[in-house]
């Protein structure tokens, strides 16, 4: 290797048949510091420096749209940094293929991103996307939970919805109440466990406790 003034082209030579390593030492008398600088020669261009403590790519041409990018051999881009404001984008934007990124684990390996055949973004415990995905939410922003339940972290201790944030409607198939890991209620201070079942032409009251068995009063109005 030669290099004989900071402004010159750095050239290979062979330096042993055993070596496959380029090795840069900070053991020669004045250096602090191991430090590979690869610089634009255009003055506010990209730079990328590695030393033995960093990896530091800079961008700071904000007229290009990414200031880093990582391609494939055809040239497709499959990660890049954004040069002018901050943020990364994973793949390019068009359809056609996943987006994702996968955590490994030896027993929840997860996959989260775009799932294009679903055209939803993804949160699966496995190390694909499949056809109902654990979480998705879909362009028009609805959350669908395809596996798993969706509850609170205690008994009785957490709301759905607020005071003044309500939600508009529920929808539910049976009533089941329950506040027997709680206080009695207001009136007379007891708690209970009871099931609201529809049928074809009444509501039926079912007492988890007792086992009785209710049907409500219902008059027609219309």
């Known amino acids: 290797m030669g290099l004989t003034a900071p402004s010159s082209t750095l050239t290979g030579q062979a330096v042993a048949d055993s070596y496959d390593q380029l090795l840069f030492l900070d053991a020669a008398a004045g250096v602090t510091e191991a430090t590979l600088k690869v610089v634009s020669g255009t003055a506010g261009k990209t730079a990328l420096q590695v030393s033995d403590e960093h990896v530091l ?15 494939q051999t055809g040239g497709t881009v499959v990660f890049s940094v954004n040069a002018s404001t901050p943020g990364v984008t994973i ?11 996968t955590w490994g684990h030896s027993t929840l390996k997860t996959i989260m991103g775009i799932d294009d055949s679903a055209d939803v973004f993804a949160i699966n415990t496995d190390d694909a996307f499949e056809s109902g995905n654990d979480l ?4 028009s922003g609805n959350v669908i939970i395809g596996n798993g339940t969706l509850k609170p972290a205690g008994d009785g201790t957490q709301d759905l919805g607020a005071s003044g944030a309500q939600w508009q409607n529920v929808y539910t198939s049976d009533l089941n109440l329950n506040n027997t890991s709680r206080d009695g209620n207001e009136v007379d201070g007891t708690t209970g466990h ?16 007792n086992g009785k068995q209710y049907k409500f009063n219902l008059e027609e109005i219309g």
Request: without cysteine.
């Open 57 to 71: 790519i800079k961008g700071v041409d904000t007229s290009n749209a990414a200031a880093f990018a990582v391609q």
């Open 194 to 209: 009871w099931v609201i079942q529809e049928g074809d032409e009444n509501l039926f009251l079912l007492n988890r406790q």
């Open 136 to 139: 998705e939410i879909d362009a």
């Open 91 to 101: 793949g390019a934007d068009a359809d056609g293929t996943d987006r994702s990124i």
